[in-house]
């Protein structure tokens, strides 16, 4: 059975197709010939050298930006990259080599380069690597989207930025405006030893803007950053979202900023917005139930983890209302895609439950490192040149069983201060002790709004900060918010992720971030 | 694989033809990027990946008047080739006019980047990276640490041309070792890093003995209460904070009066003094200690500049088109900046301090407030309590959020230049440290 084009457009799940058969009318984007026989020869000739399995990706990613400043263009850019990466073991010792030239000769060159590195690793090997199981895929799957970002012309965007930019420029006090639009796709071919096929193509699009207010006799300027998030989606979402229709409101929110009274330090119950508290997520709960991470693989770069695997199923790490789940299936999500590049279908599995850490991150090779028999599909490479490894999938925060919004948990609180946004954001390298900023802070006083601050950033530890959650948003108040460049790996690789949260009610020191 | 002069010069020409000839009227400038990389990483005992991949990157840059657009790909084919030129040509003819662009340089004179280039280092095969990481892990195995680290070599060339006659080509080999050691018990940890061009500077056993020795030194940490204090920083620790300076030197943000070089009342501090007599902060891609590229992304030469001069805001950094409209000389952007050393060594820094905290090296740090360049960020892998005179012990790590600007206008002591990264720094003694909050990481 063949892969008609409409199938692949519709990027639903196919039956079991030939894979010869299917790449001859399947790939969409691509129009190289020579991409089978590359292929083929890259896996033969990995075989030949001894490799004991091997994979071939193929990735093409694509990204136009648009950036503006006040009343024109400040740049317009596109960027297109395209190449293979072979990944192998042999000996039972990983090896990687890659090239952007695409040919059959490249291919052998480069797939017995990546033997031959998988060799000389072999004699420094602490255990030989083992993949666990994983059923051959041949699957098609791609964004569902409704217009595509690139195809929106260049003009329109630029009208489009340069409205908000008027729009925010009118707010007297407020002096710059700067917005921009990234499209991103990643389409890419992950072809296995085992004979697994499996293509994808995902497109993103990440919208921007950032009003900066300054008063020149003060020697004093704020910013606000509008807090729509990054999204794997077409211009749709831009276009249904109120981005541009915020724009006065964020100069205005600039101007209140640069006026309101600065934070007093001190414990304080803080009213999280889920536009700062995807963040704290991503920081705190994403990256410290990392498999690698916990066991010591990241300790030279991230770090490693407070969480340790023994304490699966018995760490208290939240409150109990608290369940975090990882989702690489969640619509709209930036890690979302039908299978990770180790060919493992994509799935939802808790990772806290009520409180308690239950599970953890993996791909095929960290499977067998605490015992499990099948991967939780988190392999990700960021482009052709990236040895694909564990990343992080989309995390999410359970809505609460109680119907509550953001204005219940402010009519709920005597004394604290609410939060929007993302500001600054740090954490240690076992994730203990973070400190996060935003972008509005609102003093909160007898359940009301009393009136707004500014320099206000909170600190605390990780296990106490989700221990003292005592309030939650429910399902109505639950947004997915995200970053596109999360960090990890050496050398430094990007993936883009999200996490969805509802507001929720937290105790934390809150510090001055500008009275240090 | 890096491509050699003459390959560069001749791709970037012919670009430039398909320019002429598919964009006419239209001014170009193109670069391009190509590189060589292999990389080892190891941990837990034994090496967990590595690689050698080959990169490219060309880059289309066409205005027609105003309206400007770029492009890049990797795709080095004439159609590809074609097809960036041609996709350039309808952005750059939609996008509309930007009052900031500022025209092709044209043919410029560059100082020499020799030192940048070790031609050992191409030829290296994946049993050379083995070897320096099994020398890192034999070391780690025999003081019983857990050793992770990574190895990195680059062969990188990359060229710029542009349709008013510039032409520019610079080759570099940057090499970079890093380990963290744990010891098993999981109370301590210790960093050590080192960054040359040169494979045979590397000791990749040697550097990782300063981790393993932090590693095993700074187990069992006491508990020491956030606070104001007297810091001596490691090398590492002053690069990761100056970064912060160096970022802040833009004229133009100043000018507009959103950031620390900003004058209240309008202006910038240029000429201000705001730090002692021995804080002079500097860039010079000649420098053989740490040599990088001799111009910026559009072919500007990067001269030898001193930033801040004993003390003193001598120079802030200018974009063409902002030099322009203020009647000054564009700097570009620099890749690399040093701070200049003094003669103390790192026990003498040490010596001179009653009670305080010797630092390692910072991570995860981000802005608080540009205005006052303060930042928040966190101490690791070996925080030691220094009392009369001598290091006592290791204690816990904190949070800071302190301004690199009360770090230089505090500092007493520097010792020699160490290169960390695409930084030279020393050792330094500052006062008032603010270690803010407690972090229970090791």
């Known amino acids: 059975m063949k892969l008609s084009r409409r199938r692949f457009i519709a990027g639903t799940s196919g039956a079991l197709l030939l894979a010869a058969g299917r790449l001859s009318d399947a790939r969409g984007l691509l129009t190289d010939p020579l991409l089978s026989s590359v292929i083929d020869t890259a896996l033969g000739t990995a075989k030949r050298a001894g490799a004991t399995y091997a994979d071939v990706r193929m990735v093409r990613r694509r990204a136009e930006q648009i950036s503006t400043r006040e009343d024109h263009v400040e740049g317009v850019g596109a ?75 260049l003009e329109e965007k630029a009208a489009f930025l340069i409205a908000i930019n008027a729009e925010a420029l009118k707010v007297p006090g407020v002096k710059f405006c700067s917005s921009s639009i990234q499209s991103l796709g990643e389409w890419k071919l992950l072809t296995t030893s085992e004979g697994s096929s499996i293509e994808q193509n995902i497109t993103r699009i990440a919208p921007a803007y950032t009003v900066t207010a300054v008063d020149a006799k003060g020697g004093d300027s ?7 998030p990054a999204r794997q989606a077409g211009w749709e979402y831009v276009e249904q979202s109120s981005f541009f229709a915020d724009a006065r409101r964020m100069g205005e929110d600039a101007v209140e900023k640069l006026k309101a009274a600065s934070v007093e330090p001190g414990k304080r119950t803080i009213i999280l917005a889920p536009s700062n508290l995807w963040l704290t997520i991503h920081e705190s709960i994403g990256h410290s139930t990392e498999l690698d991470r916990m066991l010591g693989y990241e300790a030279n770069m991230a770090g490693t983890s407070f969480a340790t695997v023994e304490q699966l199923g018995k760490l208290r790490y939240g409150a109990s209302l608290l369940t975090f789940y990882a989702d690489k299936t969640t619509p709209g999500g930036l890690a979302t895609c039908g299978y990770d590049d180790d060919g493992v279908k994509t799935q939802r599995w808790d990772l806290i439950s009520k409180g308690v850490l239950t599970h953890v991150q993996t791909t095929r090779e960290q499977a067998a490192w605490i015992g499990e028999t099948a991967s939780r599909g988190t392999c990700y490479g960021e482009d052709y040149k990236a040895f694909p490894f564990q990343r992080m999938p989309n995390v999410s925060l359970a809505s609460g069983e109680r119907d509550l919004t953001v204005e219940d948990l402010i009519a709920a609180t005597d004394d604290g201060i609410y939060i929007t946004g993302d500001g600054s954001w740090s954490i240690d390298h076992q994730r203990y002790n973070f400190q996060f900023g935003g972008q509005m802070f609102y003093e909160v006083k007898k359940g009301k709004i009393a009136r707004p601050l500014r320099d206000v950033a909170y600190q605390a530890n990780s296990l106490e900060f989700w221990g003292s959650c005592d309030l939650l948003g429910g399902p109505r108040a639950w947004e997915l918010h995200g970053a596109l460049y999360d960090g990890k790996g050496e050398p430094g690789q990007v993936n883009a992720v999200s996490h969805g949260c509802p507001p929720g009610r937290f105790t934390a020191n809150v510090v001055n971030s500008r009275k240090s | 694989m890096a491509l050699d002069r003459t390959q560069s010069t001749k791709l970037l020409q012919e670009v430039l033809a398909t320019a002429a000839k598919v964009a006419p009227g239209a001014q170009a400038k193109v670069g391009i990027v190509s590189a060589r990389e292999a990389n080892a990483r190891f941990a837990k005992g034994g090496i967990t990946s590595a690689g050698d991949v080959n990169e490219t990157t060309l880059t289309v840059g066409l205005a027609f008047g105003k309206r400007h657009a770029s492009s890049t790909t990797n795709q080095l084919d004439a159609r590809s080739l074609r097809d960036v030129v041609v996709r350039t040509r309808e952005m750059a003819k939609l996008a509309p006019e930007d009052p900031e662009y500022m025209p092709p340089l044209g043919a410029q004179k560059y100082a020499s980047a020799g030192a940048a280039y070790d031609p050992a280092i191409e030829k290296l095969d994946a049993t050379a990276l083995a070897d320096a990481a099994q020398s890192a892990l034999r070391a780690a195995k025999d003081a019983s640490v857990d050793l992770a680290g990574y190895l990195q070599h680059r062969t990188e060339a990359w060229g710029l041309a542009d349709s008013a006659g510039l032409s520019a080509y610079h080759l570099e080999t940057p090499v970079e070792f890093t380990a ?92 201000e003094r705001l730090f002692g007599e021995h804080i002079t902060f500097r860039s010079d891609p000649g420098r053989p200690e740490m040599p990088f590229t001799p111009f910026d992304e559009e072919g500007l030469p990067i001269l030898p500049t001193t930033w801040i001069d004993r003390g003193q805001v001598a120079a802030l950094e200018y974009s063409r088109y902002w030099a322009a409209k203020q009647s000054k000389t564009p700097t570009g952007r620099p890749e690399g900046y040093e701070l200049l050393g003094g003669t103390e060594s790192s026990a003498k820094l040490v010596s001179g301090v009653k009670r305080g905290v010797l630092i390692t090296r910072f991570w995860y740090l981000r802005w608080l407030d540009p205005m006052t360049m303060t930042v928040t960020g966190l101490t690791r892998d070996g925080v030691f309590l220094i009392e009369g005179g001598e290091v006592t012990g290791p204690v816990n790590n904190f949070r800071f959020n302190e301004s690199p600007i009360n770090l230089l206008k505090n500092a007493d002591g520097l010792a020699s230049q160490v290169r960390v990264g695409n930084k030279r720094v020393p050792a330094l003694r500052s006062h008032e440290f603010n270690l803010a909050s407690v972090s229970n990481a090791v």
Not at chain 1, 127 to 135: E, F, S
Not at chain 2, 241 to 259: H, K, N, V
């Open chain 2, 180 to 271: 963290t050691a744990r010891t098993p018990d999981g109370t301590g940890s210790g960093w050590g890093g080192a960054w040359t061009n040169r494979w045979r500077e590397l000791d990749a056993g040697a550097t990782s003995t300063v981790a393993i020795d932090k590693a095993l030194k700074s187990r069992k940490a006491r508990a020491l209460a956030p606070g104001r204090y007297t810091v001596v920083l490691e090398p590492a620790a002053v690069a990761n904070l100056i970064s912060f300076l160096a970022w802040s030197l833009d004229a133009r943000r100043a000018d507009e009066g959103r950031s620390f070089f900003a004058k209240a009342g309008g202006g910038t501090k240029l000429g």
């Open chain 1, 79 to 153: 960027s297109d990259s395209y190449g293979f990466g072979v990944r192998v073991i042999a000996d039972g010792a990983w090896g990687f080599a890659a090239s952007p030239t695409v040919n059959t000769n490249e291919a052998a060159r480069v797939a017995a380069l990546a033997v031959a590195v998988a060799k000389a690793n072999a004699r420094a090997l602490a255990a030989p690597v083992k993949l666990a199981p994983a059923p051959a895929v041949v699957d098609v799957w791609q964004t569902a989207l409704t217009k595509d970002p690139f195809r929106i012309p």
């Open chain 1, 222 to 228: 704020v910013t606000r950053t509008h807090e729509l």
